[in-house]
């Protein structure tokens, strides 16, 4: 019995050191901070996001700026060189990653939807993202049911990005676990998009609302949840949506210098937009839009013999992004 017990722990130090860690859930987090750097492995050049300690390891959260994609892994199997923001525009200007920032940049002006709102122009399908704003209401599990039902034997698992906040993670444990269960049993593709830790929402005009409300700590609000998502096994992606879609020019380049792209909706369907090849589509999940919900089902109805001949398909946020910036 202690052999194999100690069997099993050395098989799991070696996976751990060998492949990153997925969907590992970190429940101690200690110095969880923005740290920019050069993360080489082999041939391969990651961009280091964060750096954090849990449980007397050094950890950190890295993209590949080719196809935007996360992990979490152990800073040792990397040779790490310190980077300025700057530095990572300059070194990576031509990938990917750094030419979406640079687009959502562009939007910065937009007191509503600034950031990138749409994935392949042109491209039969769209980009499907689900914000879970905080909500005393359970989770609309039709909607994820739909997709699975939908495109079961044509994508599987089905791509779509999650935005999720901290206080609605903190209210719906059970919803959170249905939803990484439908990951695990790969029946859905989830990107995990951050949505801030609180989602303040107050009376006060768009200008002093959401994220512009006075006194907003946005260290709170990107890395609070951030740890939040790795507490609960979820790999924070390098995308945030802005909480009502509301922002101005200074906090979306607040945002960027954390390392994250800003992403809006060009069919947020509850008011009325329609998806058009290649839309980035906005509902809410959360029990509280319950005419998105019905307009993202009918939709699916009305585009059922174009899925059944791949004639309409779900785009992966960051596979889409990669296809219009490579």
Known sequence: MILSKVLRSTIYLILLSSVGVYAQSFDAIKRYKVNFALAVKSNQKLIALRSFVNNNQNYLLLVDPKNLETKVDLANNYSVSSLAYSNVLALFKNT?????????FSTDA???????????PNEAGITLTIDLCPSHKPLDRVIFQSVFNEFKNIEQPAPLAVSVSGKWMLKHLDDLNWLKSLVSQK????????HSYNH?????PLAENFLL?????????????EKLMLKNGLTPSVFFRFPGLVSDKSI??????????PIGSDAWLAKGQQANAGSIVL????????IGVKDFIQLLKTKQSDVKNKQWLLFDLRQGLEKEFE
């Open 96 to 104: 990917a990653y750094v030419k979406a920032l640079e687009a959502a």
């Open 283 to 290: 509902i809410h999940g959360n029990g509280n839009e319950e």
């Open 187 to 194: 029946e859905l593709a989830i990107t995990w998009v951050n």
């Open 252 to 261: 979306v380049r607040k945002i960027e210098e954390y390392g994250l792209i």
């Open 110 to 120: 937009q007191l509503q939807n600034a950031g990138i709102d749409y994935s392949i």
């Open 213 to 225: 409300s006075p006194g907003t700590n946005l260290d709170t609000e990107v890395l609070e949840n």
């Open 200 to 204: 303040e929402v107050n009376n006060l």
